[in-house]
């Protein structure tokens, strides 16, 4: 099946700083990658939608300027979180789809702490 | 817009018994997909069950089968002889068909399979 690779799983930086997420389809062109924010006992919150050499669609209220997101090629989709603050400490996970309807391949996820 | 209602936020079941975890929503499309997620502790999404909705027939898949209500907009995963590795958050799933639509999640259902 499908997969997507995450990296890093866990990650520490300092407030001020930034903090790149990178997912990988290992197996599979990912045209579309979905990126969400999970808080504890949370629910995932979709924060945007990347698209393959186009500019990423962000949700209401997700700030474009913090959230980077780049997807260069049909592998590769990254999130910068910049400037990091200790607000910004959560669970980000990304995920995309191998062919319309046959379910969205999840990454394992990237927990990140701002101290 | 869609909406998918998980309306038990926790459950607990006896190893071996069955237990079935409801999921309502809400669209005015024609088209879609409903999924069932497991997040198990490690917090891997991991898909358990799609269900394309122009299908009468309710997905099974092994353990794990659906009953589909199209008219009442109803979408329940069951879960027969319950293992210990069932424990895991369960999330009910949206998604239109055609091209790469964003998903909608449900807030969730914590289920404890009990030894």
């Known amino acids: 099946g499908a997969v997507v690779s995450q990296h890093p799983s866990r990650v520490i930086c300092k407030s001020g700083t930034s903090v790149k997420i990178e997912c990988r389809s290992l197996d599979f062109q990912a045209t579309t990658m979905f990126w969400y924010r999970q808080f504890p006992k949370k629910s995932l919150m979709l924060m945007a939608t990347?698209?393959?050499?186009?500019?990423?669609?962000?949700e209401q209220g997700v700030e474009k300027d913090k959230f980077l997101i780049n997807h260069a090629s049909l592998t590769l989709s990254t999130l910068t979180v910049t400037s990091a603050h200790p607000e910004d400490s959560s669970f980000y996970i990304c995920?995309?789809?191998?062919?319309?309807?046959?379910?969205?391949?999840f990454g394992s996820g990237t927990r990140l702490t701002v101290v | 817009a869609q909406t998918v209602t998980q309306s038990q936020p926790e459950m607990s079941v006896q190893e071996a018994e069955t237990v079935t975890l409801s999921c309502t929503y809400d669209t005015s499309e024609s088209n879609y997909y409903l999924f069932w997620y497991k997040q198990p502790p490690s917090r891997q999404m991991i898909l358990v069950i799609r269900q394309e909705a122009y299908k009468q027939q309710n997905a099974t898949e092994n353990r794990f089968s659906v009953n589909f209500q199209k008219a009442a907009k109803s979408f329940s995963l069951k879960i027969s002889d319950s293992q210990l590795g069932d424990t895991a958050m369960y999330f009910c799933?949206?998604?239109?068909?055609?091209?790469?639509?964003?998903?909608?999640f449900g807030i969730g259902t914590k289920l404890q399979v009990i030894p």
């Open positions: 995920s995309s789809l191998e062919g319309a309807g046959y379910g969205y391949t």
């Open positions: 990347s698209n393959e050499g186009s500019k990423a669609t962000y």
């Open positions: 799933a949206f998604g239109v068909s055609g091209g790469y639509q964003k998903v909608t």
